[in-house]
């Protein structure tokens, strides 16, 4: 009984210590944020990979498991004894436990490496856009060439009768009799 009371005391003083020297220690100052240039993009990618994909894992871990038996329950005929149930892990051997993690850990992977692919390729076609604004492109207007075929005469109408290349001219006809 005596070490227990011990115990608690020296506890209790070390506690009011700990708040007595932080009290008169200097100000805290929160640090600068991180620049942009810090950190090589290297280094952002593969950290938004592990994010992404150890984040989940939980979800696709359930899913799969609860997939498993599903797929266990129609192979055994609709047995009770294996309807799915994704939060009893004792149902299931260990080989049939590694497998489940395994594939889990297979398609976390597969999540993460697509979602890097889709930052890369965002990455690159946004660098391309802005060398494309960045450049000293400029826009000329060209002259329209004059419409091919016969010019309008200056009083604005065409002819009735157009003649052609060979300066056979061409009227429209109807033709009778010809059904």
Do not use: W
């Amino acid at each position: 009984m005596k070490k227990h009371n011990l115990f608690y005391k020296i506890a209790a003083l070390l506690l009011c210590f700990s708040f007595c020297f932080s009290s008169f220690s200097e100000e805290s100052t929160t640090p600068a944020p991180y620049r942009d240039n810090e950190f090589p993009q290297f280094l952002k990618d593969a950290r938004r990979f592990e994010i992404i994909t150890l984040g989940a894992l939980p979800f696709v871990s359930i899913q799969t498991t609860l997939g498993y038996s599903t797929y266990q329950y129609f192979n055994h005929n609709c047995e009770s004894a294996y309807f799915p149930n994704p939060f009893a892990a004792a149902s299931y051997s260990q080989d049939e436990q590694i497998g489940i993690l395994l594939t889990s850990l297979g398609i976390c992977v597969g999540i993460g490496l697509t979602d890097l692919i889709i930052q890369i390729v965002k990455r690159n076609n946004a660098k391309k856009r802005s060398l494309i604004q960045d450049s000293d492109l400029r826009i000329n207007k060209v002259d329209q060439k004059p419409p091919k075929g016969p010019l309008p005469p200056p009083d604005g109408f065409f002819p009735d009768e157009i003649p052609d290349e060979d300066g056979v001219e061409l009227i429209n006809e109807e033709i009778s009799g010809a059904r």
